[in-house]
């Protein structure tokens, strides 16, 4: 079946280092490929998207390439700010023949500290 | 540019009850999906609205179903309230277009409790 699968948390990491948060995926068809985040307080917000294979989704100092070969999605960040703190969802949607289907991952909660 | 909004934010009911949740979409959008986010977990497709017709649903039973109105804002109704229907409903809007889906926009929530 399909469904997305990442690495639990909780992170801790101090402020300047190297974020990785894995993320596979299992998924018929051909997906498109997100990251969510969830700051404390509020709601869900995309943040970054890559549509096809080999495509990097970028935003906010995040990278994230659509591995098909291995069928990942890390997400990275070069050095992390106590703002970036919050919970990260992988997520997939394809469409099938009954239509759109969407998938997320259990969560991923980083905290950040200075 | 109004965001996502949803009703009520919180609502306690009892097995056996039915419930009715809303949602109304950001301007421009004429797709709303909804999802059910249980505590710890990440959120879990319901189903999707395009244009007043379903299209697309997770693995639910027929007891959760929805309605989107002319307006593109939606309703998710739960017939036969079960303990584990207790969970945070999560509506997005997004704008469709030529079977290509946009970003979607979230709300921020309905906290179910089922007693």
């Known amino acids: 079946g399909n469904s997305v699968t990442q690495m639990e948390g909780p992170v801790t990491l101090s402020e300047e280092a190297f974020l990785t948060i894995n993320c596979t995926y299992t998924?018929?068809?051909?997906?498109?490929l997100f990251w969510y985040v969830q700051y404390p307080g509020e709601g869900l917000q995309l943040l970054l998207k890559?549509?096809?294979?080999?495509d990097k989704g970028s935003n906010k100092g995040f990278e994230a390439t659509y591995r098909k070969e291995t069928t990942s999605f890390h997400l990275e960040k070069g050095s992390v700010q106590v703002s970036d703190s919050a919970v990260y969802f992988c997520?997939?949607?394809?469409?099938?023949?009954?239509?759109?289907?969407?998938?997320f991952g259990t969560g991923t909660s980083l905290t950040v500290i200075p | 540019e109004t965001g996502v909004t949803q009703s009520p934010t919180h609502l306690i009911k009892t097995r056996g009850q039915q419930v009715t949740l809303r949602c109304s979409s950001q301007?421009?959008?004429?797709?709303v999906s909804w999802y059910q986010q249980a505590l710890g977990q990440g959120p879990q497709f319901i189903f999707q609205?395009?244009?007043?017709?379903?299209?697309g649903r997770g693995n639910f039973p027929p007891r959760f179903s929805g309605l989107q109105f002319p307006n593109y804002s939606s309703e998710l109704n739960v017939n036969a309230l079960e303990l584990d229907d207790s969970a945070l409903y999560l509506c997005?809007?997004?704008?469709?277009?030529?079977?290509?889906?946009?970003?979607?926009?979230f709300g921020p929530g309905t906290r179910l409790l089922v007693l």
């Open positions: 997005a809007s997004s704008l469709q277009l030529a079977g290509y889906q946009e970003t979607q926009y």
């Open positions: 998924a018929t068809g051909y997906p498109s």
């Open positions: 890559a549509t096809k294979a080999d």
């Open positions: 997520a997939l949607t394809f469409v099938s023949n009954t239509g759109n289907q969407f998938y």
């Open positions: 301007s421009g959008h004429n797709t």
């Open positions: 609205y395009y244009r007043e017709e379903e299209n």
